[in-house]
């Protein structure tokens, strides 16, 4: 026999103060899952077991030893010669980024809202989607030179296409009854877009910011280091010609963690700012 605390849970749903509770949590950022400890313990067996082969088998001179690669992480930015890089990498990656979130935002709800005009326009995105944004950077390097503006251009780019695709197809799953409801209360075609399709599509615009946060930070990286006009990536490309193997992994080894970082903040910012959508479909996403 089931009490009566099970049968009202399972007919009316939480109690208010457990709904309070969650949304609470949803607003503040409050972590709701646990640290990924197995994730971490693998990443400490790889880390060993690296270390472990490349003493074994004597790799050093093709491989840097993680113990080799964390001293010289330290040592570059304790020193400044690989911490003075990141402010450049950055500067050219949040530029670009927020040019692809303004220009995807905007067009991925304008051509959403109309069926007549994403037909229009389907067979350019996907036309140039495919094109990889690398081999942009000779076309970039042609117009716009070897400094920001190309690192800039490229970044947003490879940015723009998630988050573009994802806001189109955000806008056009959003609920047609919310529409009709706007449009029957008066509610302007404008005010519909802002006031309606937008709200409904943000779930779906923050995994496109999401993906397209690493592409850029791969292109910008990819970038620097094709044309060595500073930032991680030219680091990178001088450490590769003088054969400073544990440096070179040491700048790898520091976008990787500067990109999961940048994953991090996005997601708690996700949780806090689209709390309506819980807390598992946006940690899902």
Not at 64 to 69: M, R
Not at 72 to 101: K, M, P, R
Not at 247 to 258: P, T
Request: aromatic share 8%.
């Amino acid at each position: 026999m089931e009490s009566r605390t099970c049968i009202r849970r399972r007919a009316f749903g939480p109690p208010p103060r457990v709904l309070f509770r969650n949304r609470t949590r949803a607003i503040v950022g409050w972590p709701v899952k646990r640290a990924n400890l197995a994730g971490w313990l693998l990443v400490a067996v790889v880390t060993a077991l690296a270390e472990a082969a490349v003493r074994l088998f004597e790799l050093g001179d093709s491989v840097a030893a993680p113990s080799a690669t964390f001293r010289a992480l330290v040592e570059g930015l304790t020193s400044g010669t690989l911490s003075g890089e990141i402010g450049t990498t950055l500067e050219s990656y949040v530029e670009g980024l927020a040019l692809a979130i303004g220009a995807g935002v905007v067009l991925g709800v304008v051509i959403g809202s109309s069926r007549i005009l994403l037909s229009a326009v389907s067979v350019v995105i996907e036309f140039l989607r495919p094109i990889p944004a690398v081999a942009m950077i000779p076309l970039a390097i042609l117009f716009l030179g070897l400094g920001v503006p190309m690192r800039r251009f490229v970044i947003a780019y490879a940015a723009l296409w998630p988050i573009l695709v994802n806001t189109i197809y955000g806008v056009r799953g959003s609920d047609r009854l919310l529409h009709d409801v706007a449009r029957t209360s008066g509610v302007t075609r404008g005010g519909r877009l802002v006031r309606v399709a937008l709200p409904a599509a943000l779930p779906s615009i923050a995994t496109g910011i999401r993906v397209s946060a690493s592409i850029a930070l791969l292109v910008g990286v990819t970038a620097e280091f094709v044309t060595g006009t500073g930032g991680i990536g030219s680091y990178m490309q001088r450490q590769q010609l003088a054969f400073q193997l544990p440096e070179l992994y040491a700048a790898v080894v520091l976008v990787g963690c500067l990109g999961y970082a940048i994953n991090v903040g996005l997601r708690l910012a996700q949780r806090r700012a689209i709390f309506w959508v819980g807390e598992d479909r946006a940690g899902a996403r």
